[in-house]
């Protein structure tokens, strides 16, 4: 499992250059002909704190739950980069977003401690801003739709195209991610992305 920022909407990409050529040495490897993978990868996009820090833990609790060693203790995790920063001489998590949510490493060891019953994952909810969820993106994007004399952000896709490119800058300025343009365009993420980055 990763938790991955992906505000290109390059994921699909990516995870093609990390398993091609795995899948090519494993083969050689072991002789193997063949798929190595059986499905494509798949994704879900976090668009709250809530969300975000549920599957923080998620991904976390997952070497206790399948029964490969505490949370704390498993090898390929990245809990040790979030309860000990900086310690590590091969980093490759940005920590610094959760760990401001839960108030630290300190934090975000109860925090993960508190989750290790399935209820926590639902119950739990953020106490700092960051991603807004749809309904808040909404709300941030009124004051552009008056901008634009727009009577619903469904109307981008037919303006003209600096128009169009113009609202969904301001979009993405307003701190709307490139998925919830995409809803409330209707304008797909790889146009949006390209405008926007």
């Not at 994704?43 to 739950?65: G, S």
């Not at 401690?113 to 309904?135: C, I, M, N």
Request: proline share 5%; net charge neutral.
């Amino acid at each position: 499992h990763l938790i991955v920022h992906d505000e290109a909407c390059r994921l699909s990409d990516a995870m093609h250059a990390l398993l091609s050529p795995y899948a090519r040495y494993f083969n050689k490897r072991s002789n193997h002909v063949g798929h190595v993978f059986q499905d494509r990868f798949s994704a879900a996009p976090i668009e709250d704190d809530a969300y975000l820090l549920r599957a923080v833990a998620y991904v976390h609790a997952n070497p206790a739950k399948a029964g490969a060693g505490p949370m704390d203790q498993y090898r390929w995790s990245s809990y040790d980069e979030y309860a000990h920063p900086g310690a590590s001489e091969f980093e490759v998590v940005d920590s610094d977003l959760v760990l401001s949510m839960l108030g630290g490493p300190a934090g975000f060891v109860r925090f993960s401690r508190g989750l290790q019953g399935d209820g926590g994952f639902s119950t739990y909810e953020a106490r700092v801003p960051g991603l807004a969820p749809l309904d808040r993106a909404k709300e941030r994007a009124k004051p552009i739709m008056q901008t634009y004399h727009l009577a619903s952000l469904r109307e981008a896709p037919s303006l003209d195209r600096a128009k169009r490119d113009e609202v969904l800058r301001a979009l993405r300025n307003a701190g709307i991610s490139i998925r919830q343009i995409e809803q409330l365009t209707g304008i797909g993420r790889s146009t949006v992305a390209r405008v926007t980055t």
